[in-house]
């Protein structure tokens, strides 16, 4: 049996050919049953998140199941396969492993550290599970995939830092205000980092939200997107007094706010700090503002400086996070090694067993003059010839079940005696320990 991994993400895949082979929960269930119609396919498992599709499968056949994967994949993103391959990828064995577990560790993502895509791993696996399309190996292997994920965000700071603009600018106001349950966060403006700054804001706990330009309507809309009050600018005055976090990008040629206007509106607040992003080019905010005591304000270069320490910080981090990934790769390995050779020296040594005690049962007729006692004699000879023949396979067979090609020597051994049957029974797919978020954009 081989561990197989084909898919596509945002490294290899346009955003036009990702969108094509996005899989919702339904799909996804489906696509691993049609899978398993294949008779080389026992197991398999389908992930699919706005950054990535791809399919988990345990095979017979490395190369035929790559092959099956390929080709459903290209009749149901209606694609030419030879096109599709160009932007697919597929590993095996080890690295199939190993890649699984970088993805749940966000090691792979397009934001190292996002914390979404272990809620989309665990529903992915449930989904497969649910549908009859795991068993023992996936069982283990993804189970063990989401702890990876949890012990990664558990004992690094891997997602600790913010590292988008936006994120890192509500991160920064959370610093200097604290909880923002109770602030008011004033928007000047309306372009698309200022929207990303208030949904991140707004995800936050903020208060209340209040949006001015000098288009009304302009505010209108981005109030009416956000759950906030769309106010005339002709108040700005007032509303800086009003507001704790001003965020502002309103395309004017000239400072919009400048020191003096917030040296009045600071006395106004009597001490109450104030937390200023200008995310505009030019500046709407007066520089001179950030002299004025207990005034924070941050334009985008100091943003961007933030966010790329944060970035520095997180591929740190994620030099400790792939230690464990590579520590548990060998602890799967291990299990996988263990789940290949035990049963098959067990069924080998039922099998032989099984021959000895038919034979016993041919020359019944012969041993019938035997006394108790030389027929024990009997048992124990047949019996003890059986052992000493088993041994060394028996030892040999255990010494190499850590090695990365023990499966060769199981195969083979499976195929010399004749043996069949599944290793072993399932575990449980229920993961009620881990928050189910479904919805993340990785």
Known sequence: MHLVCVG??????????????????????????SLLDEASINEAVALSTCNRTELYLYADDTLAAE????QQ????????????????????????????????????????????ILGQLK?????????????????????????????????????????SVSSAAVELARQVLGKLERHTVLVLGAGETSELTVRHLVSAGIGRILVAS?????????????????????????????????ISS???????????????AMRRRKGRAAFLIDIAVPRDLD??????????LYDIDGLREVVEQNRAERQREAAHAERIVDHELGRMNEWLAGLEVVPTIAQLRSTVDGIRESELERLGGRLEDLTPEQRNQVEALTTGIV?????????????????????????????????NGAAGEGESCELSDLKDDRHGDE
């Open 123 to 163: 529903n992915s696996y449930q989904l497969a599970c649910g549908s009859g399309c795991t068993s023992t190996v996936f069982n283990k292997l993804f189970r063990h995939a989401l702890e990876v994920g949890k012990r990664v965000r558990s004992q690094t700071s891997i997602g600790a830092r913010p590292v």
């Open 287 to 296: 520089p001179q503002i950030n002299r004025l005591d207990n005034v924070f």
């Open 214 to 246: 000098r288009t009304f309507e302009t505010a209108a809309e981005l109030a009416a997107s956000c759950g906030g009050q769309a106010m005339p600018f002709e108040q700005l005055d007032e509303l800086l007094v009003e507001a704790d976090i001003v």
């Open 67 to 70: 092959q099956v994967a390929l």
């Open 8 to 33: 596509v993400s945002h490294k290899t895949a346009t955003l036009e050919l990702r969108e094509q082979l996005a899989l919702d929960d339904e799909q996804a269930a489906r696509f691993g049953r």
């Open 387 to 419: 052992n000493k023949i088993l041994h060394l396979p028996t030892v040999r067979m255990k010494e190499i079940a850590a090695e990365r090609d023990a499966y060769v020597y199981v195969d083979v051994l499976r195929h010399l005696f004749g043996l």
């Open 250 to 264: 309103t395309g004017a040629s000239d400072y919009v706010v400048d020191r003096k206007q917030m040296q009045a």
């Open 73 to 116: 994949l290209a009749e149901y993103a209606a694609v030419d396969p030879a096109e599709l391959r160009v932007a697919t990828y597929s590993f095996s064995g080890d690295a199939a492993i190993g890649h699984l577990f970088r993805v749940a560790a966000s090691l792979d993502s397009m934001v190292i550290g996002e914390d979404q």
